[in-house]
């Protein structure tokens, strides 16, 4: 009973020196070298402007208009028969 009660009590000595070194190692690293600022500051893909005339731009947003209907109506179709 007191030899697994001393080592018990060895153990949580171990833990807190652990933690206590983990901590001391914790606050001397500022941030990971594995972390570039410039890949943080790359911009995003989807900020881009696109380069087309109006006409062309209207014409897409029509031809799939006109898909989403026509698959729109399938469906319909499909479940009212």
Not at 14 to 25: A, D, F, P, T
Not at 30 to 38: G, H, V
Not at 47 to 59: I, Y
């Amino acid at each position: 009973m007191l030899v697994s009660r001393i080592q018990e009590v060895n153990k949580i000595d171990e833990n807190q020196n652990r933690y206590k070194i983990g901590k001391q190692i914790m606050g001397k690293i500022k941030f990971s070298p594995l972390i570039n600022a410039s890949k943080i500051a790359t911009q995003s893909v989807w900020k881009k402007q696109v380069n087309a005339s109006f006409r062309k731009v209207v014409a897409f947003d029509l031809l799939f208009m006109v898909l989403g209907a026509l698959i729109g109506a399938g469906i319909v179709t499909a479940v009212l028969r």
